[in-house]
């Protein structure tokens, strides 16, 4: 019984990695361009996930492949993002105009636009995409303002946070 017991005890951290974990993130990146005046969303989700949602929340029949790209795909994926994504600028709620998305290997990017921005103090984002289906998911948003970079990690009890970049 005792030797059992050791034999279990070695095993057990062989057996911990064997199963498959899977970590639910997503990347925004927010750039301020100064020319057009305007900020400038890149957000990186894993396409699987994306399409996991997307089925289950507007439409089995969703496929985000290259070959298989449901038609409307677009307007799902637009409408999702609106809901779940949104900005203030300088404590002004600001609308974000969706210009497209791309498949870059795993994952989808989705690319975003604010317009007319006046000069920053802060920026406020509230970012729940993918928490709906994903407790565990982390939303990491980066924003370069100004030669400034700063980052928030918002989660499914914490989809909101401000950046200061007022001196």
Do not use: W
């Amino acid at each position: 019984m005792k030797k059992t017991y050791l034999i279990f005890l070695a095993l057990l951290p062989l057996l911990a990695f064997t199963t498959v974990h899977k970590f639910y993130v997503s990347a925004t990146d927010i750039k301020y361009n100064e020319e057009q005046r305007a900020l400038q969303i890149i957000s990186h989700v894993f396409t699987d996930d994306m399409e996991d949602l997307l089925q289950k929340r507007y439409n089995k029949e969703i496929y985000l492949t290259k070959e298989e790209e449901h038609s409307a795909a677009d307007q799902f994926v637009e409408r999702y993002f609106q809901d779940k994504l949104s900005i203030s600028v300088n404590g002004k709620q600001r609308t974000l105009n969706y210009i497209g998305k791309e498949y870059d290997k795993d994952q989808l990017l989705v690319y975003l636009e604010v317009e007319d921005v006046e000069p920053v103090k802060n920026i406020a984002v509230e970012n729940s995409v993918l928490t709906d289906i994903f407790p565990e998911q982390k939303n990491v948003v980066k924003v370069d303002y100004g030669g400034k970079i700063k980052s928030l990690l918002l989660m499914r009890d914490h989809p909101e946070g401000t950046l200061n970049f007022s001196n």
